[in-house]
């Protein structure tokens, strides 16, 4: 725990700073992230016995990843240019005597959208209007929900909400995280909003949580569905007491583009 804790605050020190900066700041550290996990999405498939392509898959999520952010008209022709890529690598692969060069070219196509596409929501969400205000009620909102669903549940979870894919999680934990994810970004609203951030009352900062506690839980079952069928407990070890990026990442990626799309359709 004090491992956790102590690789959280080191986190935080870098990430605070970089989110109230914006920019290129932002760009940095969000592109750092994604690439790494990227990375360690195509490490899990390689230990199941899949060949993602390191360069092609890493690659293009961070030309994805600089479109978005840069030259967002261009971004679908980024997205486009990726796979197409991915697509030229796995053929000379195969080429090469690999027989399952069309299966890693799903794999890497998958790695490059869900992490590339999905992954830049987490720019778009910092680039709204009062952007920085958002961010710091989207996802603190969903880092309270896993905490609280986390410590809830080793101490009153009885009922496995998901038995196969993560067995540890329970439903006492999951609605445990809802309420406080919940109340979290409902005073977050009221509180930001005094200090300068969007006018918004504490029964739609409510609402944007309650939506975001209740369904980012799936990013996490999603990666521990990747690790399940791989038999990786981690998707690396990088961050000491939390595994990798994308272990850390894997809610906060659902976050992100729920997030973005809620404000974008209802709060603004």
Same mark, same amino acid.
């Given at each position: 725990?004090?491992?956790?804790?102590?690789?959280?605050?080191?986190?935080?020190?870098?990430g605070?700073?970089?989110?109230?900066?914006? %920019?290129?700041?932002?760009?940095?550290?969000?592109?750092a992230?994604?690439?790494?996990?990227?990375?360690?999405?195509g490490?899990?498939?390689?230990?199941? %016995?899949?060949? +993602?392509?390191?360069?092609?898959?890493?690659? !293009?999520?961070?030309?994805?990843? @600089?479109?978005?952010?840069?030259?967002?008209?261009?971004?679908?022709? @980024?997205?486009?240019?990726?796979?197409?890529?991915?697509?030229?690598?796995?053929?000379?692969?195969?080429?090469?005597?690999?027989? /399952?060069?069309?299966?890693?070219?799903?794999?890497?196509?998958?790695?490059?959208?869900?992490?590339?596409?999905? %992954?830049?929501?987490?720019?778009?969400?910092?680039?709204?209007?009062?952007?920085?205000?958002?961010?710091?009620?989207?996802?603190?909102?969903?880092?309270?929900?896993?905490?609280? +669903?986390?410590?809830?549940?080793?101490?009153?979870?009885r009922?496995?909400?998901? =038995?196969?894919?993560? =067995?540890?999680?329970?439903?006492?934990?999951?609605?445990?995280?809802?309420?406080?994810?919940?109340?979290?970004?409902?005073?977050?609203?009221?509180?930001?909003?005094?200090?300068?951030?969007?006018?918004?009352?504490w029964? /739609?900062g409510?609402?944007? !949580?309650? @939506?975001l506690?209740?369904?980012?839980?799936?990013?996490?079952?999603?990666?521990?569905?990747? /690790?399940?069928?791989? *038999?990786?407990?981690?998707?690396?070890?990088?961050? =000491?007491?939390?595994?990798?990026?994308?272990?850390?990442?894997?809610?906060?990626?659902? *976050? *992100?583009a729920?997030?973005?799309?809620?404000?974008?359709?209802?709060?603004?």
């Amino acid at each position: 725990m004090l491992k956790r804790i102590l690789a959280a605050a080191g986190l935080a020190i870098i990430g605070i700073p970089a989110v109230l900066l914006g %920019g290129v700041f932002y760009f940095a550290i969000i592109a750092a992230l994604l690439g790494i996990a990227a990375w360690e999405f195509g490490r899990i498939f390689h230990t199941a %016995g899949y060949c +993602a392509a390191s360069l092609p898959l890493v690659g !293009g999520v961070l030309l994805i990843l @600089a479109a978005r952010t840069f030259l967002p008209d261009l971004a679908p022709a @980024a997205l486009t240019l990726s796979v197409l890529a991915a697509m030229t690598w796995h053929l000379l692969d195969y080429e090469k005597g690999r027989d /399952k060069a069309a299966t890693d070219f799903a794999v890497t196509t998958t790695g490059i959208v869900y992490l590339g596409w999905i %992954g830049s929501y987490l720019i778009d969400l910092r680039s709204l209007e009062n952007g920085v205000w958002w961010f710091f009620i989207v996802l603190p909102s969903v880092w309270l929900a896993d905490s609280f +669903a986390y410590f809830i549940g080793v101490r009153f979870g009885r009922h496995r909400l998901s =038995p196969r894919l993560s =067995p540890k999680k329970s439903w006492e934990g999951y609605w445990g995280g809802v309420i406080f994810g919940t109340l979290g970004a409902a005073a977050l609203a009221v509180l930001l909003g005094r200090l300068g951030g969007p006018a918004l009352t504490w029964w /739609k900062g409510a609402a944007l !949580g309650a @939506a975001l506690s209740i369904l980012t839980t799936l990013g996490d079952l999603g990666e521990s569905m990747l /690790k399940r069928q791989a *038999g990786v407990k981690d998707s690396s070890n990088i961050i =000491p007491g939390h595994g990798g990026v994308f272990d850390r990442l894997d809610s906060w990626l659902w *976050g *992100g583009a729920i997030g973005y799309f809620l404000i974008v359709w209802f709060l603004l």
